[in-house]
T-cell receptor, first 111, second 118 residues
Framework: SQELEQSPQSLIVQEGKNLTINCTSS?????LYWYKQKYGEGLIFLMM?????EEKSHEKITAKLDEKKQQSSLHITASQPSHAGIYLC???????????FGQGTRLTINP | GAVVSQHPSWVICKSGTSVKIECRSL??????MFWYRQFPKQSLMLMAT?????????EQGVEKDKFLINHASLTLSTLTVTSAHPEDSSFYIC??????????????FGPGTRLTVL
């Protein structure tokens, strides 16, 4: 079974709109990572969250980790075409730095 | 952030041949490197964890004799796909982690290597 569930699997939004991607685990997470990937390319690190209730922002992207450290959300404000891509959440579930990944969310921004 | 490179970026080979993929951390010493595989439109699946100077730890279902991993230095890990077959065609990505004293330290990913086996 998938240890990390991402939703939605795909998302199409109008440029300028806000959007949220969720990542849920049934286990407590030692660390939660958000990456962006363009198809067939490597991963671009966005943010890492470790503490319950932690929130980080970079430019128009904000990521939060809930108090129980089992759910994270990635929020993009005023989306732009450059935000298009595949967003992956990865988590260290066992505390050994080995990451498991969600299925990914394919984001399309329509002009 | 730190830079991780992979070579080659893509490779096409005949069935039955072996292919070596290199993963290098360019500006930091990576005590641990991870190898992932990604099939089309799927997520990354961890194959193995490689620690410098010791044997790699493989995930369940990954054949250690087929996917040979060597981590001979703090900046280089190699993955060799032995006797490759078409079902081994995939996107292979490595990541590197630098500081074992920092739990959950950030992992830096390479750009990936696309392997196509004919």
């Amino acid at each position: 079974s998938q240890e990390l569930e991402q939703s939605p699997q795909s998302l199409i939004v109008q440029e300028g709109k806000n959007l949220t991607i969720n990542c849920t685990s049934s286990k407590t997470l030692y660390g939660l990572y958000w990456y962006k990937q363009k198809y067939g390319e490597g991963l671009i690190f966005l943010m890492m969250l470790q503490k319950g209730g932690e929130e980080k922002s970079h430019e128009k992207i904000t990521a939060k980790l809930d108090e129980k450290k089992q759910q994270s959300s990635l929020h993009i404000t005023a989306s732009q075409p450059s935000h298009a891509g595949i967003y992956l959440c990865g988590a260290d579930i066992g505390g050994a730095q080995k990451l498991v990944f969600g299925q990914g969310t394919r984001l399309t921004i329509n002009p | 952030g730190a830079v991780v490179s992979q070579h080659p970026s893509w490779v096409i080979c005949k069935s039955g041949t072996s292919v070596k993929i290199e993963c290098r951390s360019l500006d930091f010493q990576a005590t641990t490197m991870f190898w992932y595989r990604q099939f089309p439109k799927q997520s990354l699946m961890l194959m193995a964890t490689s620690n410098e100077g010791s044997k790699a730890t493989y995930e369940q279902g990954v054949e250690k004799d087929k996917f040979l991993i060597n981590h001979a230095s703090l900046t280089l890990s190699t993955l060799t796909v032995t006797s490759a077959h078409p079902e081994d065609s995939s996107f292979y990505i490595c990541s590197a982690s630098g500081d074992p004293r920092r739990p959950n330290s950030e992992q830096f990913f390479g750009p990936g290597t696309r392997l196509t086996v004919l």
